[in-house]
């Protein structure tokens, strides 16, 4: 942790120019004095199935105090701020995000070395990202990330597909999709209940990553159990550290924002 307080920090938002549409982006950072925000690697954010930048609430603010780094947020096409777009989402979407938009984001952000912070499905973006970039990667996050579509990830996403029949659900979605809601539903929904994605998984790309890993899962996750984050230790081929939070469910920087940004922090403390 800094001595750097989260009043301390700004954002402010850009948009980058993607051959398929706009990508919507959040950077936050603290006072220019500060150094470490311009030596350290920043943070690259990926969020989850239903998720966007203004999701992430106040939680990259406070990382980017507690690790004295910049944060970097953006809303994948279609989802958020960013264009809309009417095509679901290919089966290798996950590591589409690693071949197609994030190198447009890394050239026109002037990226080069950087930490990847993934949740849920972002989780497996991230891991992509740093398999593919293995010298720029200085190190990699996940949270509750999914290894392959566990029985209990598939049972999580069909309940929460019966719960969004409620009109209600739908309009909390609109918040912050606007338009768009609908399709992200059936982006998350469609996609990893199609019975062609049950043989989607990121254990032949994990030993690609090289870097160190910090896998962080809760105890009662309801879309994958302890054995994804177990995964992700075993088989990435840098040095690993695997938490598992108790009494969590799928989301520990929301439950859990202390602990989490505790075990940020000190992890990213020993990169650069």
Same mark, same amino acid.
């Given at each position: 942790?800094?001595?750097?307080?989260?009043?301390?920090?700004?954002?402010?938002?850009?948009?980058?120019?993607?051959?398929?549409?706009?990508? +919507?982006?959040?950077?936050?950072?603290?006072?220019?004095?500060?150094?470490?925000?311009?030596?350290?690697?920043?943070?690259?954010?990926?969020?989850?199935?239903?998720?966007?930048?203004?999701?992430?609430?106040?939680?990259?603010?406070? %990382?980017?105090?507690?690790?004295?780094?910049?944060?970097?947020?953006?809303?994948?096409?279609? +989802?958020?701020?960013?264009?809309?777009?009417?095509?679901?989402?290919?089966?290798?979407?996950?590591?589409?995000?690693?071949?197609?938009? +994030?190198?447009?984001?890394?050239?026109? =952000?002037?990226?080069?070395?950087?930490?990847?912070?993934?949740?849920?499905?972002?989780?497996?973006?991230?891991?992509?990202?740093?398999?593919?970039?293995?010298?720029?990667?200085?190190?990699?996050?996940?949270?509750?990330?999914?290894?392959?579509?566990?029985?209990?990830?598939?049972?999580?996403?069909?309940?929460?597909?019966?719960?969004?029949?409620?009109?209600?659900?739908?309009?909390?979605?609109?918040?912050?999709?606007?338009?768009?809601?609908?399709?992200?539903?059936?982006?998350?929904?469609?996609?990893?209940?199609?019975?062609?994605?049950?043989?989607?998984?990121?254990?032949?790309? %994990?030993?690609?990553?090289?870097?160190?890993?910090?896998?962080?899962?809760? &105890?009662?996750?309801?879309?994958?159990?302890?054995?994804?984050?177990?995964?992700?230790?075993? =088989?990435?081929?840098?040095?690993?550290?695997?938490?598992?939070?108790?009494?969590?469910?799928?989301?520990?920087?929301?439950?859990?924002? &202390?602990?989490?940004?505790?075990?940020?922090?000190?992890?990213?403390?020993?990169?650069?």
């Amino acid at each position: 942790m800094t001595n750097i307080e989260t009043a301390d920090i700004v954002s402010n938002d850009i948009r980058v120019d993607h051959p398929r549409g706009q990508l +919507f982006v959040r950077i936050w950072q603290g006072p220019q004095e500060a150094a470490s925000f311009r030596e350290k690697a920043p943070i690259v954010l990926f969020h989850d199935s239903l998720g966007c930048v203004d999701l992430w609430r106040d939680f990259p603010a406070r %990382l980017s105090a507690a690790t004295g780094r910049k944060i970097i947020a953006y809303d994948r096409l279609g +989802f958020g701020q960013s264009d809309p777009r009417t095509d679901r989402p290919a089966l290798d979407f996950v590591a589409d995000e690693a071949t197609t938009f +994030f190198p447009v984001l890394r050239e026109q =952000l002037g990226l080069r070395g950087f930490i990847a912070f993934g949740h849920s499905v972002g989780g497996g973006m991230a891991v992509h990202c740093a398999a593919r970039y293995p010298e720029d990667c200085h190190a990699l996050v996940t949270v509750a990330a999914q290894v392959f579509p566990e029985d209990r990830t598939l049972q999580g996403i069909r309940a929460a597909k019966e719960q969004f029949k409620d009109e209600a659900q739908i309009d909390r979605l609109r918040k912050y999709h606007g338009d768009k809601a609908e399709w992200v539903l059936d982006a998350w929904t469609g996609t990893w209940l199609d019975p062609a994605f049950a043989s989607w998984s990121i254990a032949d790309v %994990l030993p690609k990553v090289t870097c160190p890993v910090l896998a962080i899962h809760g &105890e009662f996750d309801e879309y994958g159990s302890t054995r994804h984050p177990e995964m992700i230790g075993q =088989l990435s081929g840098g040095p690993s550290q695997v938490e598992i939070m108790k009494d969590t469910n799928h989301v520990p920087h929301r439950e859990r924002p &202390e602990v989490t940004l505790r075990l940020v922090s000190e992890f990213a403390a020993s990169t650069r």
